[in-house]
Structure formats: structure tokens, C-alpha cells
């Protein structure tokens, strides 16, 4: 089986550009998830999905980060515009159902200049 | 509110050495706990799991057991290999309907040959 594909894998902006992440989670999974992942903070939730419905949008994230769920086998991360201290991993991750078991992509590098 | 402490942020050994990451947890709920693994250039992946009807769990020679008397959770190898080198994370679900995953700030691991 497939597990979560990410691209790209690497990405370089200029600040105040808008990207686009993507994702599309394991085939039959319910349940996504967009965490951002940096040597500080560690691990945070950017947001999640049930069923495409948007659960938690991140609170603090939710000024420049907008996630969708356009079907059930793919999801986008936008950050607009962006800023450099938006550089960071951004992972995505699906489950059958909850944060149990989590299968993650490997992730989109992030560079803002 | 809930919380993981990892407070090793770097750990070396030895090919065949022991190995012991220390994990304490705070929480008013019964949470399953986790460990997951993070290989260079990829994204975490779930190495154990333990809720409370069972206290122990083991994976590919890796062991950690839940101590609800010293709220800690501490993952064990007895004969580490390079191939072992990664971050580690540990990790705690407040409940099985929780979509927040409290994730530890990671211990690195390095195996020397």
C-alpha cells in the first residue's frame, strides 16, 4: 500500500509569496493532519480533518495558514503570504480514525528568504 | 494541562551498548502512550504503543513500559545497532476520540560503528 505522498519535497520562497503544500493521505483513511515541524518548537498542529471536515484550523496558524480537503485523497497546506520565519517541515499525516496511529509523509522543506 | 518531557536531547553510544531514553508524562486522563521514530529525511513513524490495558510494548527489540506510579514511560534496547541512529519522540493521546497527539521535544540518537 501507499503510504503519504508530500510534494515537493523541497520548496524555496521569497517572502510574502504565496505556496502551496500538498498531500494525499493513505487510500481509506478518515482522518488528516498538517503539523509543522521545527528544531524549537518541535512537533505543532497546523490542523486536522475528519471525514473533510475541518476540525481545528490552528488557532494561532490560522492568520496566513489555510488548509483544504478537496476529497478524501488529497489536501493542500497555503501560507500567504509567507515570511521567513515560516521555515520548517511541514508534515502531513493520515489515520483510519484518531491520533492513535499515525502514518507520516516525509514531509515538505520549507524555505522562506 | 497535558505534557511530555524528554529531557535528553542527545544521546551517543556504541554499537551493542544499552540504551535508555527517559520519558515522563503529566495527564489527568488515561492516555495511550507512544514512541515514534524519525529516520533522517523522512517523517515519523510509530514504533510502540501502550494504553492502559496493557503496560508494556515491544517492537524490533525496542521496550517501553507504562508507569502510572512514577507517570513515566522510558523506552529501552539492549543492544543498540548504527542503523538505530534517529530522533526519537515520545508521545501521549488523552483519550482514544483525542486528535491532539502531546509529542515530546525528541531525543536524538547517534550510534557510533
Known amino acids: 500500500d501507499a503510504g503519504v505522498t508530500q510534494t515537493p519535497r523541497h520548496e524555496v520562497a521569497e517572502k510574502g509569496q504565496t505556496i502551496i503544500l500538498k498531500c494525499e493521505p493513505v487510500s481509506g483513511h478518515n482522518d488528516l493532519f498538517w503539523y509543522r515541524q521545527t528544531k524549537i518548537q518541535g512537533l505543532e498542529l497546523l490542523s486536522y480533518f475528519r471525514s473533510k471536515s475541518l476540525m481545528e484550523d490552528g488557532g494561532a496558524f490560522k492568520d496566513r495558514f489555510k488548509a483544504e480537503m478537496l476529497n478524501s485523497s488529497f489536501s493542500t497546506l497555503k501560507i500567504q503570504p509567507t515570511e521567513p520565519k515560516d521555515s520548517a517541515v511541514y508534515l502531513c499525516?493520515?489515520?483510519?480514525?484518531?491520533?492513535?496511529?499515525?502514518?507520516f509523509g516525509s514531509g515538505t522543506r520549507l524555505t522562506v528568504l | 494541562g497535558d505534557s511530555v518531557t524528554q529531557k535528553q536531547g542527545q544521546v551517543t553510544l556504541s554499537e551493542d551498548d544499552f540504551l535508555f531514553i527517559n520519558c515522563t508524562y503529566s495527564t489527568t486522563t488515561y492516555p495511550t502512550l507512544l514512541w515514534y521514530v524519525q529516520y533522517p529525511g523522512q517523517g515519523p513513524q510509530l514504533l510502540l504503543k501502550?494504553?492502559?490495558?496493557?503496560n508494556k510494548g515491544i517492537s524490533r527489540g525496542f521496550e517501553a513500559t507504562y508507569d502510572k506510579g512514577t507517570t513515566s514511560f522510558h523506552l529501552q534496547k539492549a543492544s543498540v545497532q548504527e542503523s538505530d541512529s534517529a530522533v526519537y519522540f515520545c508521545a501521549l493521546v488523552p483519550d482514544t476520540n483525542a486528535y491532539k497527539v502531546i509529542f515530546g521535544k525528541g531525543t536524538h540518537l547517534h550510534v557510533l560503528p
Open positions: 501502550v494504553t492502559t490495558a496493557n
Open positions: 499525516a493520515s489515520s483510519f480514525r484518531g491520533a492513535e496511529t499515525l502514518y
